[in-house]
């Protein structure tokens, strides 16, 4: 028997990894780099390291416009 996906919670004012990204989205981490490569996600830079700001990232999902 699988075990059930433990989905973190996350409040609008938390900054994710591209790992905690690709757990939130149920894709790989690879899948989040290349949309972040072909510039289709919403996300910043910290220094060379990419971050997702989870409001953003919700409305993206939600199929809101974000800038």
Do not use: C, N
């Not at 072909?38 to 416009?65: C, M, N, T």
């Amino acid at each position: 028997m699988k075990k059930p996906i433990e989905i973190p919670h996350y409040e609008d004012q938390d900054i994710l990894s591209a790992v905690e990204a690709a757990q939130y989205m149920k894709v790989s981490k690879d899948t989040v780099y290349t949309l972040v490569s072909e510039d289709k996600i919403p996300h910043r830079y910290v220094g060379r390291q990419v971050r997702f700001p989870f409001w953003l990232l919700r409305s993206w999902l939600e199929g809101k416009a974000v800038s």
